[in-house]
Protein backbone atom coordinates (compact mmCIF):
# COMPACT_ATOMS: atom_id res chain seq x y z
CA UNK A 1 0.00 0.00 0.00
CA UNK A 2 1.18 3.24 -0.57
CA UNK A 3 1.57 5.83 2.39
CA UNK A 4 4.19 8.02 4.30
CA UNK A 5 5.00 8.40 7.29
CA UNK A 6 6.49 11.10 9.31
CA UNK A 7 7.57 9.72 12.57
CA UNK A 8 7.78 12.99 14.60
CA UNK A 9 4.27 14.54 15.96
CA UNK A 10 5.76 17.63 17.62
CA UNK A 11 9.06 19.15 17.27
CA UNK A 12 10.72 21.65 19.63
CA UNK A 13 14.12 23.22 18.71
CA UNK A 14 15.47 26.24 19.86
CA UNK A 15 15.85 28.90 17.56
CA UNK A 16 19.33 29.43 15.74
CA UNK A 17 19.26 25.17 16.00
CA UNK A 18 19.59 22.93 13.64
CA UNK A 19 16.41 20.85 12.36
CA UNK A 20 15.57 17.62 10.67
CA UNK A 21 12.07 16.48 9.92
CA UNK A 22 12.03 12.51 8.91
CA UNK A 23 9.63 11.05 6.07
CA UNK A 24 9.86 7.73 4.96
CA UNK A 25 7.31 6.93 1.85
CA UNK A 26 6.16 3.05 0.43
CA UNK A 27 5.41 3.45 -3.07
CA UNK A 28 5.44 1.24 -5.69
CA UNK A 29 6.99 3.47 -8.53
CA UNK A 30 9.56 5.95 -8.97
CA UNK A 31 8.32 8.43 -6.46
CA UNK A 32 8.36 12.20 -6.64
CA UNK A 33 8.39 13.94 -3.45
CA UNK A 34 7.41 16.93 -1.78
CA UNK A 35 7.74 18.99 1.38
CA UNK A 36 4.74 21.75 2.14
CA UNK A 37 4.73 24.14 5.11
CA UNK A 38 1.58 25.11 6.43
CA UNK A 39 1.16 27.99 8.87
CA UNK A 40 -1.96 28.77 10.98
CA UNK A 41 -5.06 30.15 8.97
CA UNK A 42 -2.86 29.45 5.27
CA UNK A 43 -2.97 27.41 2.13
CA UNK A 44 0.38 24.74 2.12
CA UNK A 45 3.01 26.23 0.57
CA UNK A 46 5.51 24.39 -1.59
CA UNK A 47 9.31 24.27 0.28
CA UNK A 48 11.13 21.59 -2.01
CA UNK A 49 10.31 18.90 -4.68
CA UNK A 50 12.32 16.10 -5.69
CA UNK A 51 11.16 14.70 -8.99
CA UNK A 52 15.00 13.21 -10.27
CA UNK A 53 18.29 13.63 -10.78
CA UNK A 54 20.75 15.00 -7.84
CA UNK A 55 19.58 13.48 -4.74
CA UNK A 56 19.97 16.78 -2.63
CA UNK A 57 17.18 19.59 -3.46
CA UNK A 58 17.33 22.91 -2.05
CA UNK A 59 14.43 25.24 -1.52
CA UNK A 60 12.80 27.87 -0.55
CA UNK A 61 13.27 29.60 3.60
CA UNK A 62 16.69 27.98 3.63
CA UNK A 63 15.53 24.48 3.44
CA UNK A 64 16.74 21.26 1.90
CA UNK A 65 15.91 17.86 1.89
CA UNK A 66 18.19 14.52 0.78
CA UNK A 67 16.14 11.34 -1.08
CA UNK A 68 17.72 8.32 -0.12
CA UNK A 69 16.28 5.15 -2.23
CA UNK A 70 17.68 3.04 -0.35
CA UNK A 71 16.31 3.73 2.96
CA UNK A 72 12.98 5.04 1.47
CA UNK A 73 13.43 8.45 3.06
CA UNK A 74 12.91 11.93 2.10
CA UNK A 75 14.16 14.41 5.26
CA UNK A 76 13.80 17.83 5.30
CA UNK A 77 16.58 19.62 7.36
CA UNK A 78 17.76 23.23 7.61
CA UNK A 79 20.87 24.80 9.59
CA UNK A 80 19.35 27.50 11.59
CA UNK A 81 16.00 27.91 12.23
CA UNK A 82 14.49 31.32 12.73
CA UNK A 83 11.24 31.72 14.75
CA UNK A 84 9.02 32.62 11.94
CA UNK A 85 9.96 28.74 10.63
CA UNK A 86 6.99 27.37 13.69
CA UNK A 87 4.22 25.42 11.19
CA UNK A 88 3.39 22.49 10.61
CA UNK A 89 5.04 20.51 7.94
CA UNK A 90 3.76 17.70 5.74
CA UNK A 91 5.79 15.15 3.23
CA UNK A 92 3.84 13.97 0.27
CA UNK A 93 4.52 11.47 -2.45
CA UNK A 94 3.04 10.51 -6.05
CA UNK A 95 4.48 9.82 -9.68
CA UNK A 96 4.08 10.41 -12.99
CA UNK A 97 1.66 8.05 -13.39
CA UNK A 98 -0.37 8.72 -10.82
CA UNK A 99 -1.99 12.81 -10.16
CA UNK A 100 -3.08 11.78 -6.59
CA UNK A 101 -0.58 13.04 -4.06
CA UNK A 102 -0.42 10.82 -0.57
CA UNK A 103 0.57 12.95 2.22
CA UNK A 104 2.11 12.18 5.76
CA UNK A 105 0.40 13.15 8.91
CA UNK A 106 2.35 16.25 9.25
CA UNK A 107 4.58 17.39 12.01
CA UNK A 108 4.61 20.63 14.26
CA UNK A 109 7.77 22.37 14.71
CA UNK A 110 7.85 24.37 17.72
CA UNK A 111 10.52 26.96 17.98
CA UNK A 112 12.02 27.76 21.71
CA UNK A 113 13.34 31.37 22.07
CA UNK B 1 -0.52 37.93 -10.50
CA UNK B 2 -3.52 36.67 -8.46
CA UNK B 3 -3.10 32.68 -6.96
CA UNK B 4 -5.52 30.04 -5.80
CA UNK B 5 -8.55 31.57 -4.33
CA UNK B 6 -11.11 29.75 -2.93
CA UNK B 7 -15.21 30.77 -1.55
CA UNK B 8 -16.25 30.74 0.97
CA UNK B 9 -13.84 30.64 3.60
CA UNK B 10 -15.99 29.57 6.56
CA UNK B 11 -19.62 27.81 6.12
CA UNK B 12 -21.65 25.85 9.15
CA UNK B 13 -24.41 23.67 7.65
CA UNK B 14 -26.34 21.06 9.33
CA UNK B 15 -26.56 17.11 8.51
CA UNK B 16 -28.41 15.61 5.33
CA UNK B 17 -27.78 19.07 4.06
CA UNK B 18 -25.78 20.26 1.10
CA UNK B 19 -23.06 22.24 -0.01
CA UNK B 20 -20.98 23.70 -2.84
CA UNK B 21 -17.58 25.04 -2.26
CA UNK B 22 -15.89 27.10 -5.07
CA UNK B 23 -12.11 27.46 -6.30
CA UNK B 24 -10.04 29.74 -9.14
CA UNK B 25 -6.94 28.30 -9.84
CA UNK B 26 -3.99 30.57 -10.34
CA UNK B 27 -3.73 32.18 -13.45
CA UNK B 28 -2.41 29.90 -16.57
CA UNK B 29 -3.32 26.81 -14.85
CA UNK B 30 -5.56 24.03 -16.22
CA UNK B 31 -5.78 21.48 -13.63
CA UNK B 32 -7.05 21.45 -10.42
CA UNK B 33 -7.53 18.60 -7.42
CA UNK B 34 -9.48 19.02 -4.22
CA UNK B 35 -7.87 17.68 -0.86
CA UNK B 36 -9.91 16.98 2.16
CA UNK B 37 -7.73 18.09 5.51
CA UNK B 38 -9.50 16.93 8.39
CA UNK B 39 -8.27 18.42 12.21
CA UNK B 40 -4.65 17.12 13.04
CA UNK B 41 -4.03 15.23 9.43
CA UNK B 42 -2.91 15.72 6.00
CA UNK B 43 -4.45 16.12 3.21
CA UNK B 44 -6.42 13.20 1.46
CA UNK B 45 -6.87 13.49 -2.03
CA UNK B 46 -10.71 14.05 -3.56
CA UNK B 47 -10.46 13.96 -7.11
CA UNK B 48 -8.64 16.07 -9.82
CA UNK B 49 -10.27 17.90 -12.79
CA UNK B 50 -8.57 19.01 -16.23
CA UNK B 51 -10.09 19.59 -19.29
CA UNK B 52 -13.38 19.42 -17.32
CA UNK B 53 -13.41 16.08 -16.98
CA UNK B 54 -12.82 14.30 -14.00
CA UNK B 55 -9.08 12.67 -13.72
CA UNK B 56 -8.71 11.05 -11.12
CA UNK B 57 -10.62 10.30 -7.82
CA UNK B 58 -9.26 9.53 -4.37
CA UNK B 59 -11.29 6.90 -2.07
CA UNK B 60 -14.05 9.13 -1.43
CA UNK B 61 -18.49 8.20 -1.86
CA UNK B 62 -20.39 9.48 -4.51
CA UNK B 63 -21.44 12.24 -2.06
CA UNK B 64 -18.51 14.52 -3.50
CA UNK B 65 -19.01 15.34 -6.68
CA UNK B 66 -16.91 18.12 -8.92
CA UNK B 67 -17.55 20.09 -11.91
CA UNK B 68 -14.25 22.24 -14.25
CA UNK B 69 -15.96 24.90 -16.20
CA UNK B 70 -14.22 26.20 -19.64
CA UNK B 71 -12.37 28.87 -17.47
CA UNK B 72 -10.85 26.39 -15.30
CA UNK B 73 -12.49 27.40 -12.03
CA UNK B 74 -14.14 24.51 -10.51
CA UNK B 75 -16.84 23.31 -7.99
CA UNK B 76 -16.75 20.80 -5.39
CA UNK B 77 -20.65 19.37 -4.36
CA UNK B 78 -21.02 17.62 -0.92
CA UNK B 79 -24.53 16.12 -1.05
CA UNK B 80 -26.21 14.64 2.44
CA UNK B 81 -23.45 16.20 4.74
CA UNK B 82 -22.44 13.59 7.95
CA UNK B 83 -20.73 15.44 10.35
CA UNK B 84 -17.61 13.61 9.74
CA UNK B 85 -17.75 16.06 6.65
CA UNK B 86 -16.37 19.08 9.12
CA UNK B 87 -12.79 19.60 7.30
CA UNK B 88 -10.73 22.21 5.40
CA UNK B 89 -11.15 21.38 2.19
CA UNK B 90 -7.92 22.59 -0.10
CA UNK B 91 -7.70 23.54 -3.72
CA UNK B 92 -5.04 23.31 -5.43
CA UNK B 93 -4.17 24.23 -9.16
CA UNK B 94 -1.57 23.17 -11.54
CA UNK B 95 -0.38 23.17 -14.77
CA UNK B 96 -0.96 19.16 -16.04
CA UNK B 97 -0.54 16.76 -13.85
CA UNK B 98 1.64 16.82 -10.80
CA UNK B 99 3.71 19.38 -11.74
CA UNK B 100 3.76 21.74 -8.65
CA UNK B 101 0.55 22.31 -7.08
CA UNK B 102 -0.57 25.79 -5.41
CA UNK B 103 -2.86 26.04 -2.82
CA UNK B 104 -5.22 28.17 -1.71
CA UNK B 105 -6.18 28.97 1.91
CA UNK B 106 -8.91 26.64 2.30
CA UNK B 107 -12.89 26.40 2.82
CA UNK B 108 -13.43 24.84 6.22
CA UNK B 109 -17.09 23.48 6.65
CA UNK B 110 -18.85 22.69 10.18
CA UNK B 111 -21.59 20.19 10.30
CA UNK B 112 -23.88 20.28 13.00
Known amino acids: AQSVTQPDIHITVSEGASLELRCNYS??????LFWYVQSPGQGLQLLLK????DTLVQGIKGFEAEFKRSQSSFNLRKPSVHWSDAAEYFC???????????WGAGTKLIIKP | DAGVTQSPTHLIKTRGQQVTLRCSPKSGHDTVSWYQQALGQGPQFIFQ???????QRGNFPDRFSGHQFPNYSSELNVNALLLGDSALYLC???????????FGPGTRLLVL
Open chain 1, 92 to 102: AVGSDSNYQLI
Open chain 1, 27 to 32: YGATPY
Open chain 2, 49 to 55: YYEEEER
Open chain 1, 50 to 53: YFSG
Open chain 2, 92 to 102: ASSLGGLETQY
